[in-house]
């Protein structure tokens, strides 16, 4: 008798063929979970552009009816941006949506609704208010 110490061959294969089940869907929940910070971070980004672009559209006295495309620097990449202004039925009033992709023809990665008004002036006694 021998008075080695350590695993045969045949030890080792016979505990990886038991483990080795249990490792595969650990490997596969780590991948899913860089998948999915990555995309949260395109979905970030993407958020951080059309908020930018509402921030520069409310600097605008009242924005215009139609659609308005562009593009936009941000973390380093470039991406596509689509604004369309449309009418409601408040006078004085515009609904805007920003819709952001990370390619021309990409999907959606976000969205950013909002309504921008026309200021009015202060009203006199006797006056009505009226746009400027």
């Known amino acids: 008798m021998r008075d080695e110490q350590g695993f045969t061959l045949i030890e080792v294969a016979i505990a990886l063929f038991i483990v080795a089940p249990a490792l595969a869907p650990a490997v596969q929940l780590t ?23 509402l921030g520069q559209a409310e600097l605008d ?52 609704r909002s309504d921008l008004g026309r200021m009015l002036t202060a009203r006199r006694p006797g006056k009505a208010a009226k746009a400027p």
């Open 31 to 53: 991948i899913s979970g860089a998948d999915d910070a990555r995309r949260l971070t395109r979905h970030t980004y993407a958020e951080w552009v059309a908020m930018n672009r």
């Open 61 to 112: 006295p009242y924005p215009g009816i139609g659609t308005t495309r562009g593009q936009a620097r941000e973390a380093g990449s470039v991406w596509y941006w689509k604004q369309q202004v449309y009418e409601t039925s408040t006078p004085g009033l515009r609904r805007i949506a920003i819709r952001v992709r990370a390619t021309r023809q990409g999907p959606v990665l976000a969205t950013v």
